[in-house]
């Protein structure tokens, strides 16, 4: 008799811990996602739905993320604070977006005359971006992960060639951030306008120039119609956006379903970087083909010279800002020190020396 | 009664499904992992770990992947047949040292004056690589996967300056595979030597030169001390390691693991090219610190011109040998002749500009 309660007892017990652990097996977390872009963007937009789609399958249909894009929750420069709020778990966007709440969130996206993409996805993993990113988000409960990488952006479409500092001089150009701070030293006047109304204001004259991606996206913008100029970059070398999680929402994740939301992103961040060589190389070919009038042109050296002086000057006052600005700065900057002789002797040379 | 019976007949039906459901949930797998690199090895080594390491948390141990090093089953070169006997479930290796058995494993990995590593991922994943790979492999019952990038490899350490065609002519180098049938094209006496004996052959004159990878995993080597000019690559632009799977083991995955692990090796690989490119950043650093003797050079544009013309020969001989090898070489010569223009006027331009 007290043989079989005691047999009771533990089938009792193993059934209760099995059916526990069932349970928690089985447990389903429905996540939502607020992106910057709008539905079905290319490139970016495919980036979210990869990662959503690989951690559905890679975890069994137990977290399944949803993705609302900017026609729907209508803010999309509101995703740092829908998701520190806890509106949405996840967010996609670009980290520099948020260089108004903190100054500190603009350098982990680009900078002008900043590391390559690899010299950056290096200094993420390898050389302490990632703990500077999450220290730079933790006094907002969020995490911040890589998101996927433009490559060098091209330098814009303009209406005029520019062959020298002076044809810079109360030129009105849509470019945003730290760039428009660069050029708004040597004389130019940056401005912001809606994606929507970029092509109407530069087919109208209400801007001289816009710098947008590169030709994997501004194909599509028309831009190739009205400015027969389309300079190389210098101001974002190595776009990278941005993933960021509500910290309290990953918290309630089991250990592997955290592993597999990490490891999802951050193949499909890295698939993006890949993706955007494809969809600009591909974009360069048709543009050659179909738009042999436009000239595909480099800034000037003395122009390439005083934008660099323009911006190594706001880089020193940067760093007075505050320490934490300091200390990522100085980072990247030290970073970038030791992968650049690399990247020349590497990449660089090969380029130069094969056909 | 018949009412009892039926919802007996129910509970009993939902406590099959679920506890075959969870029979399912709950099987190991273990699966042991063959790699060519011995115990520890750095880089190729650490993104082996790293792959099974995410494979087990994503998989809550669901699916466990041991690892035997070079040391434990004594076969670096024979990953190929031991994987495909299903001796081991997965090998980590490199495609080209197939090429004995089937010539097109070797385009799998770099070439001569081939695709950067960007270049290469975006012709793996967007321009249809993945696939002719599949195509390779698929007649020995083998899935094949990009297994991480040293990024741009050193033509090597020479003990003598290669100033012309001439310096090349009885120069007998350690350089293995299509490279080493270039250089045999301009006089060259390319030679194969373990791993373990080079330092020794160097020194004592056996050879001339050698090529290995770069600062990431030459520095260990020694070959510093012997040989005081260290040349720029041409000869293997991206080098692709490479994760086998024995497809019969694959198959017997449910689908979740599956995706763990294709994501986990993906995601593993690209890390790999990123933690190539800060291995090679700090010790490229310490040889300018430590070894200021050591010259870093180009092969003059002769030199270049001349192995350039060797390769495109071999590579025209190569496209007839099978209707395959001239749809792979093909696939890459195109891809490369649209990704090309894109880096030049990205990357390349940028490196240029900027300081």
Redesign the interface.
């Given at each position: 008799m007290f043989k079989h309660a005691f047999k009771t007892l533990i089938i009792s017990t193993l059934m209760f811990s099995?059916t526990a652990a069932?349970a928690e097996?089985e447990k389903t977390y429905r996540w939502r996602l607020a992106e910057t872009w709008p539905k079905d963007f290319p490139v970016f937009g495919y980036t979210v739905k990869s990662m959503a789609q690989?951690v559905k399958?890679?975890?069994?249909d137990r977290l399944v993320i949803t993705i609302d894009s900017k026609n729907k929750h209508k803010a999309p420069l509101g995703i740092f604070d829908m998701v520190r709020a806890g509106q949405y778990q996840m967010g996609h966007s670009a980290s520099y977006y948020w260089k108004g709440k903190d100054l500190n969130t603009m350098f982990f996206t680009t900078r002008p005359?900043g590391m390559?993409?690899?010299?950056q996805?290096?200094w993420?993993?390898?050389?302490g971006g990632m703990e500077l990113m999450q220290k730079t988000y933790q006094p907002y409960g969020l995490l911040s992960f890589p998101g996927g990488n433009t490559?060098?952006q091209?330098g814009g479409w303009f209406r005029k060639e520019i062959n020298s500092v002076e044809d810079l001089k109360g030129l009105k150009m849509r470019i945003p951030g730290f760039a428009g701070e660069v050029i708004s030293k040597l004389g130019a006047s940056p401005v912001n306008i809606p994606a929507g109304e970029l092509y109407t204001a530069l087919e109208r004259n209400t801007i001289d120039a816009l710098e947008w991606v590169?030709?994997s996206l501004d194909l599509r913008m028309g831009f190739q119609k009205v400015a027969p100029f389309y300079y190389?970059?210098?101001h974002e070398?190595a776009t990278e956006l941005q993933f960021l999680i509500n910290e309290k929402a990953f918290n309630t994740l089991?250990?592997?379903l955290q592993?597999?939301l990490v490891?999802?992103m951050?193949?499909s961040a890295?698939?993006m970087?890949?993706?955007s060589?494809?969809e600009?190389?591909?974009n360069?070919?048709k543009i050659?083909k179909e738009h042999p009038e436009i000239q595909?042109k480099?800034?000037p050296?003395n122009v390439?010279l005083k934008l660099?002086q323009a911006n190594d000057e706001l880089i020193e006052q940067f760093k007075k800002s505050d320490p934490l600005t300091k200390e990522i700065i100085e980072s990247q900057e030290h970073?970038q020190g030791?992968?650049r002789?690399?990247?020349?002797?590497?990449?660089?040379?090969?380029?130069?020396?094969?056909?």
């Open positions: 099995s069932m097996m690989r399958v890679m975890s069994n005359f390559t993409a690899t010299e996805y290096a993420f993993y390898y050389g490559g060098n091209m590169g030709p190389t970059g210098w070398p089991p250990k592997d592993e597999i490891i999802a951050r193949a890295y698939d970087y890949a993706q060589m494809h600009n190389a591909i360069l070919e050659h595909i480099t800034f050296s390439m660099q970073y030791i992968a002789p690399w990247t020349r002797i590497s990449d660089q040379t090969y380029l130069e020396i094969s056909q």
